[in-house]
């Protein structure tokens, strides 16, 4: 058993969501003249890839430290849904059991595609990855309750359509965009398709029943689209955390794996050495 890495590179230059608090690196000691190197960080728990936890949004829910490890790993599916939906897109669960299957307690990992904007990617663009990128609506928060999944994951700045988040207040020239962009598409006003009782429907709705998601994936995620996996989420065991930066991996056969790598073999590369595969986001 090989493991495929869907964690994105941790570093200062890592945008946090917005307003939160980036990662700071301090060293406190180097080798001369301490004989060691010792560093000292700062930062928020939504960096990079990482798992937000019951508590972020509910108050009596689980800690990070009392999510078991049968929890974060487990059978899942990976699916890819940039050639249905682009900026400000509404993507929905009929979008999802059309390219892939998803069974009862599974894990889902969504590749919206929009992880090639992240910041460690030729196509860098922040305001794409965290204000831009497609979420879903009501009817697919119902979807992943009926089908009583353990957790999710996406691959851009939250599990929410971002003008279903304070990102509407915060950026208003993109709210202006997407109000457009629901007009012609939906033929509705951002106010009435996200109205109050929706707001981070995924986040405030679904963390009291104990579906929590994952955010920021990639890493090598564009090798293992629409297909099942077995898939781990490694955060820290950490008592009190409301969320927690983790290491998220799927586990492939040993054979499987070496047909992996040779057809990355063949795709252009970030810089940290992540496959950019052929498909991106829509639009």
């Known amino acids: ?37 010792g560093q000292i ?43 249905a939906a682009g900026d400000y897109d509404i993507y929905t669960s009929k979008m999802v059991e059309e390219r892939v299957e998803v069974r009862e307690g599974d894990i889902l990992i969504i590749h919206t595609g929009y992880h090639r904007f992240g910041w460690d990617q030729p196509g860098a663009d922040e305001v794409r990855y965290m204000v831009k990128h497609p979420g879903p609506d009501r009817e697919f928060a119902e979807w992943c309750k009926a089908k009583r999944l353990k957790w999710l994951a996406i691959d851009c700045g939250s599990a929410d359509h971002p003008m279903n988040t304070i990102i509407r207040q915060w ?37 009291p029943l104990g579906i929590i998601h994952a955010e920021c994936v990639g890493g090598d995620i564009d090798l293992l689209l629409n297909r099942r996996a077995t898939i781990g989420c490694f955060p820290w065991r950490f008592v009190d955390g409301e969320s927690c930066i983790s290491r998220i991996v799927a ?22 050495g992540d496959a950019i595969g052929c498909r991106g986001p829509v639009g």
Not at 6 to 35: D, M
Not at 256 to 263: D, G, N, P, R, S
């Open 1 to 37: 058993m090989k493991l495929v890495d869907l964690s994105i590179p941790l570093s200062i230059q890592t945008p946090a969501w917005p307003t939160y608090e980036p990662l700071q690196v301090k060293y406190f000691k180097r080798l001369a003249p301490n004989g060691a190197n």
């Open 41 to 83: 960080l700062t930062h928020s728990n939504h960096l990079g890839t990482h798992l937000d936890g019951e508590i972020h949004f509910y108050t009596p829910g689980k800690d990070i430290a009392a999510l078991s490890l049968d929890f974060l790993c487990g059978p899942g599916a990976i699916v890819d849904l940039s050639d």
């Open 171 to 207: 950026m208003p020239r993109q709210a202006k965009e997407a109000e457009a962009h629901f007009q012609r598409k939906y033929g509705k006003p951002l106010a009435e398709v996200f109205t109050d009782d929706k707001y981070q429907l995924m986040h405030i709705e679904l963390f």
């Open 251 to 272: 586990f492939v056969e040993d054979a499987e794996y070496e047909t992996l790598v040779a057809a990355k073999a063949k795709l252009p590369r970030t810089k940290f």
